[in-house]
Every structure is written in C-alpha cells, then in structure tokens.
C-alpha cells in the first residue's frame, strides 16, 4: 500500500513539473527573446512583462504543487527511489508534452537525448 | 548551468553544515535560495531563447556537476555506476547541442537567424537582378 503511495505521489510530482516546463516554456515564448527586449524597453520592463504574463504565474504554481508532492513523496519512500524516478521520467514526460501542447520538433535525435539524460539521470540520484 | 550546478552546491553545504554548526546556518540558507533565484532567472532567459526539449536536457548538466564538485571538492566516493550516468548525461547533452541538424530544429533563436540568411539571400538576388 505504502508503494501505490509513493509511486502516485511520483507520478504526482512528474505531473506537475511538466505543466509547470510546458507553461514556463510557453510564457518565455509569449514574453520573447529576453536580451533582445531588455535592450529594447530596459531589464525591470522585462521582470514586469514575465512576472504579469499569466502563463508565468500558472507556471510557478505548478511547480510549487510538484515541490509539496515531492515532500509527500519522501514521506513515503526512499529518496533513493523516488529522486531517480521523478527526474528521469520528467525528461521523458518533457519531450512528449513538449511535442504535443508546445509543437516543438522532438526529432530522433532529441528523443535518444532525452532518453539517455533520463538513464543517466536515473543512475547518478539514485 | 553554472548557477544550477551552484545551487546544488550551496544545498550540499548546507545539510553539511546544519548538523554540525547551527549558526551559520543562515547565511548558507540565504546564498542558497539567491543562488536559486539566479538559476530560476537565467532558466527562464534560456527558455525564452531556445526550445524546452533542448534547455531540459542541457540543464542536466547540474547533475553532472554536482558529482565531480562532490568528488573533487568534498572527496566524496563515486561509484562506477553513477560514472556511467554522468557518461550517458554528457553524452546526451552533447547529442543535441553538438551536431549539424541543430540548425533543422526550429528553436526559435536559430529560426530567427535561418530567416535572416534567406532575407539576406533574397536581397542579394534582387539586387543581383537590377544589375542585370
């Protein structure tokens, strides 16, 4: 019983982190080219632009609800099993989210990266 | 990258530090959640630059950092397993920043400058043209 918790409270966190990524990454994209808009409007223009820009904020939350699950998480495993599996499937999670809500071009390539970072990932927390 | 592989750096010295001197807790508590702040910023500046499928993965690169600071800096044991996760991250990594179809993918920065070269082409070809 004490697994089913920890593994929805994993599933929990990877959920969450990658909303959190999509919305983040969406925001970024509405905001733009950060360098180049600071030059144009100023640094604290840009702060304001990402901190109002709703995305933004949806995204921050998200991420805040995949901290919390993973304290609930580590409540119920090991660290060892549950910091390896969050994070790898996060990048695994990332690339299918970021296919399909950001239409981003998840080629070959960027899948055997995401899958290789995820192993690595995944020997080196645990 | 830096201020991520920093970020977990200023963690390890903290749960170091919190069983052994309680005073100086808090200024590690402070560089530390800076340095996060740092790492959250510079995310979101790449974030806007490039895609989340090539930001994601080369953010990683903190682990692997984290491991040579553990090995180097604190002496810390690392076991060959953990090696080859630090090989299979790096290798990864190098799989989607190095390599020619970078240019192929459409991240935005890269888009930005392909469409530039075509609106320089265009240009040389009209006025290449009026020559004529």
Same mark, same amino acid.
């Given at each position: 019983?004490?697994?089913?918790?920890?593994?929805?409270?994993?599933?929990?966190?990877?959920?969450?982190?990658?909303?959190?990524?999509?919305?983040?990454?969406?925001?970024?994209?509405?905001?733009?080219? @950060?360098?180049?808009?600071?030059?144009? $409007?100023?640094?604290?223009? $840009?702060?304001?632009?990402?901190?109002?820009?709703?995305?933004?904020?949806?995204?921050?939350?998200?991420?805040?609800?995949?901290?919390?699950?993973?304290?609930?998480?580590?409540?119920?495993?090991? @660290?060892?099993l549950v910091a390896p599996a969050a994070a790898s499937l996060t990048?695994?999670?990332?690339?299918?989210?970021?296919?399909?809500?950001?239409?981003?071009? @998840?080629?070959?390539?960027?899948?055997?990266?995401?899958?290789? $970072?995820?192993?690595?990932?995944?020997?080196?927390?645990? | 990258?830096?201020?991520?592989?920093m970020k977990q750096t200023g963690n390890i010295s903290l749960?170091?530090?919190?069983?052994?001197?309680?005073?100086?807790?808090?200024?590690?508590?402070?560089?530390?959640?800076?340095?996060?702040? #740092?790492?959250? #910023?510079?995310?979101?500046?790449?974030?806007?630059?490039?895609?989340?499928?090539?930001?994601?993965?080369?953010?990683?690169?903190?682990?692997?950092?984290?491991?040579?600071?553990? !090995?180097?800096?604190?002496?810390?044991?690392?076991?060959?397993? !953990?090696?080859?996760?630090?090989?299979?991250?790096?290798?990864?990594?190098?799989?989607?920043?190095?390599?020619?179809?970078?240019?192929?993918?459409?991240?935005?920065? #890269?888009?930005?400058?392909?469409?530039?070269?075509?609106?320089?082409?265009?240009?040389?070809?009209?006025?290449? !043209?009026?020559?004529?």
């Amino acid at each position: 019983m004490k697994n089913v918790y920890t593994w929805s409270a994993i599933f929990a966190i990877v959920f969450a982190s990658v909303v959190g990524d999509v919305l983040l990454a969406r925001a970024m994209k509405q905001v733009g080219d @950060v360098g180049a808009l600071r030059r144009r $409007v100023g640094l604290v223009a $840009v702060i304001v632009r990402t901190l109002g820009n709703p995305y933004f904020l949806f995204g921050v939350t998200a991420m805040a609800v995949a901290f919390f699950s993973l304290l609930f998480a580590l409540s119920w495993g090991d @660290v060892s099993l549950v910091a390896p599996a969050a994070a790898s499937l996060t990048f695994i999670g990332n690339a299918v989210a970021a296919k399909i809500f950001l239409h981003e071009k @998840v080629d070959r390539r960027r899948w055997i990266a995401a899958s290789l $970072v995820a192993a690595g990932v995944a020997l080196l927390a645990g | 990258m830096l201020s991520h592989g920093m970020k977990q750096t200023g963690n390890i010295s903290l749960h170091h530090l919190q069983g052994v001197i309680f005073a100086v807790l808090n200024p590690w508590v402070a560089i530390g959640i800076l340095l996060l702040l #740092a790492f959250f #910023a510079t995310y979101m500046m790449a974030l806007s630059w490039a895609d989340l499928t090539y930001v994601l993965p080369a953010t990683s690169l903190g682990y692997v950092l984290l491991a040579l600071v553990a !090995r180097f800096l604190l002496h810390e044991h690392v076991s060959p397993l !953990r090696w080859l996760g630090i090989a299979l991250i790096t290798g990864g990594v190098g799989f989607i920043a190095g390599g020619p179809e970078l240019t192929t993918h459409p991240a935005p920065h #890269a888009d930005a400058e392909s469409k530039q070269t075509a609106d320089e082409s265009r240009a040389t070809a009209i006025a290449s !043209r009026g020559e004529r």
